[in-house]
């Protein structure tokens, strides 16, 4: 077994799945709840109003971006805030002392992003599945950008749990960085309805990419080509994981 993924690894995994499964009500059934009063308010105010793709209804084409923006924003949720508890009350320590490696440190954090984020991602769906038939036209292009976006977001939250020295750093990091650019990128309408000057602004969002290729796995259609949406999802998942694996083998605000 690679050494990214011995005991060490495997054990801060399960700390941290169990960290958000034993508050489950809170940090997987809230985020749920969440989407569920966004589809309702805007599935009955815009129903008729909103151009999507063709026949498909509103309140159908709603349900992926709702879906697939929890996955974001619960991913970057989890690792953020378990680093700046830990960094807080002064327990990171214990992260800190046994011989793991930046790998081993990442893989642990990151991988228990992308477990909650599919969580929430998937309560959404079949919640969503009460109220409109869903179809599912290529669920491996669904479930791809679902893992790389939740480890994209993963990835960002470990950055900002490292940076942020107090609770308000990190919400300003999430309220002014992350939020902006997951509710800004055709989670509540298909971008073809803009005008040409905000659709270019909407392809300079990487999240713009993950949300259109989720949504593709679902309709079979979207408003970017699913393969220039995978290579730049994938082009920011490593730009990210390149500079957080950096910060994490450097020691950056941990170790020094």
């Excluded at 609770?167 to 309408?189: E, H, I, R, W």
Aim: aromatic share 14%; net charge positive.
């Amino acid at each position: 077994m690679p050494e990214c993924f011995g005991a060490g690894f495997r054990t801060l995994f399960y700390k941290e799945v169990m960290r958000f499964w034993k508050v489950a009500f809170q940090t997987v059934a809230a985020p749920i709840l969440n989407a569920l009063l966004f589809l309702l308010i805007f599935s009955n105010v815009l129903d008729r109003h909103v151009t999507t793709y063709g026949e498909v209804p509103y309140t159908a084409f709603l349900i992926p971006g709702l879906a697939i923006m929890s996955v974001l924003q619960n991913a970057f949720a989890n690792s953020s805030s378990s680093l700046i508890q830990s960094k807080v009350t002064g327990n990171i320590v214990f992260v800190l002392l046994p011989p793991l490696s930046h790998l081993e440190f990442f893989w642990g954090y990151a991988l228990a992003c992308v477990v909650r984020g599919l969580a929430v991602g998937l309560g959404v769906i079949l919640v969503g599945l009460v109220f409109v038939d869903l179809p599912l036209a290529a669920p491996l292009w669904a479930l791809a950008f679902a893992v790389i976006g939740s480890l994209l977001l993963g990835a960002l939250g470990i950055v900002a749990g490292i940076w942020a020295d107090k609770f308000d750093q990190l919400a300003a990091f999430q309220n002014f960085l992350v939020m902006p650019l997951t509710m800004l990128s055709g989670v509540f309408y298909s971008i073809a309805s803009l005008p040409p000057f905000w659709q270019k602004v909407s392809h300079l969002n990487p999240f713009f990419f993950v949300i259109d290729g989720f949504r593709y796995g679902f309709f079979g259609q979207a408003d970017t080509n699913p393969w220039v949406s995978l290579g730049v999802s994938l082009a920011a998942t490593v730009a990210v994981v390149t500079l957080t694996l950096t910060l994490l083998a450097r020691g950056y605000k941990l170790r020094q």
